[in-house]
């Protein structure tokens, strides 16, 4: 069986949460075919600096290192006794198969790297184009570099399936952040159930609705976002936008640089941002022909229409 080690650096533990949450595979399942060597919120009973040195010593063969949370020099965020997160990812990175950064913070270093973005950043990637803890040409014995997923929190199975696909030996393919491609291919507006309110031009009037599109004025960032939230739904059955609020863009490398994530910023009149792949001057082509001609059935409330 292939060994798991979690550690953390600065961390609210949200990925943690999400996490312990799965339920495709159950947690449980998912341990029987990964043998956990420690996670701090779930191994007590265990003394991670025994099986630290354990590792050291060549006398366990580490297989995954999953790394939530950012990174730093700063002595009072230590968690491990008198040695950081930093030193630990140090001395493993030439002994472990895979390190996979889970959720942003590990990521690039994200909210807490906002408080000092030169000493606080992720594994690989620093916040803003800045350098992560590892070069940029690192890569483990396997021939990865840091595997990232990022949101925040992450999805469980999106740490799951990246775990257990390279487990079973099968190639990961990873875009230009170093994201698994078979989740990050998706922009969050795949899937949606409203693109025909989107399709139309047909705008949600507040939060919470079933009704309309929350990107010509409430924010949406599902058309310029890598994340397969409406294709693996959140807790089996749900996301942001089905629920009526919208994407906020958290699994994208601007994040979390935006002052309001429900308004959508535009120059005259225009979406800052267009969906991905659309020119201004087909967007505006597009959504000019869809506002003259009105669909009646997405202007009605969805309990009034036949
Ligand atoms: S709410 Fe967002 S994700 Fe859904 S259709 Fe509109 S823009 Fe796309």
Same mark, same amino acid.
């Given at each position: 069986?292939?060994?798991? /080690? ?13 996490? /312990? ?10 341990? *029987? ?6 996670? $701090? ?18 006398? !366990? ?21 008198? %040695? ?6 140090? +001395?493993?990175?030439? *002994?472990?198969? %895979? ?26 990637? @620093? ?19 840091? !595997? ?12 799951? *399936? ?17 994201? $698994?491609?078979?989740?990050?291919? %998706? /922009? ?12 139309? *031009? ?11 599109? /929350? ?6 960032? @599902? ?42 910023? +535009?120059?005259?009149?225009? $979406? ?7 020119? +201004? ?26």
């Amino acid at each position: 069986m292939k060994n798991l /080690l979690w550690i953390q650096g600065l961390t609210c533990g949200g990925n943690s949460q999400s996490f /312990l949450c799965s339920e495709n595979p159950e947690i449980s399942d998912f341990f *029987k075919e990964i043998n956990l060597l420690w996670h $701090p919120e779930i191994s007590h009973d265990t003394d991670i600096m025994e099986i630290l040195n354990r590792i050291y010593r060549n006398e !366990i063969k580490l297989n995954f290192l999953i790394v939530e949370g950012a990174l730093t020099g700063n002595k009072r965020f230590h968690r491990f006794g008198k %040695y950081s997160t930093r030193y630990i990812i140090d +001395k493993l990175k030439n *002994k472990v198969d %895979y390190i996979i950064a889970v959720g942003n913070c590990a990521v690039h270093g994200n909210y807490p790297a906002l408080y000092d973005p030169d000493q606080i950043t992720g594994i690989q990637f @620093g916040l803003n184009g800045r350098k992560g803890f590892l070069s940029p040409k690192f890569k483990t014995k396997k021939g990865y570099p840091v !595997i990232n997923i990022t949101g925040c929190p992450v999805h469980p199975e999106w740490i799951t *399936k990246t775990v257990l696909t390279l487990s079973y030996g099968i190639e990961l393919k990873l875009d230009s952040f170093n994201r $698994p491609k078979e989740l990050y291919m %998706y /922009l969050s507006h795949d899937g949606c159930t409203r693109n025909e309110y989107f399709e139309w *031009k047909v705008e949600a009037e507040e939060f919470g609705t079933k009704e309309g599109c /929350l990107f010509y004025e409430l924010g949406c960032r @599902g058309p310029v976002t890598h994340a397969p939230c409406n294709k693996i739904l959140w807790n089996g059955r749900s996301s942001k936008t089905r629920a009526g609020m919208p994407c906020i863009g958290c699994t994208e490398f601007d994040f979390p640089n935006r002052e309001n994530y429900l308004e959508t910023k +535009k120059n005259m009149g225009i $979406p800052q941002d267009i969906p991905l792949g659309v020119t +201004k001057r087909a967007y505006i082509m597009i959504t000019g022909v869809a506002k003259t001609f009105k669909n009646e059935r997405l202007i009605k409330k969805l309990e009034e229409t036949d």
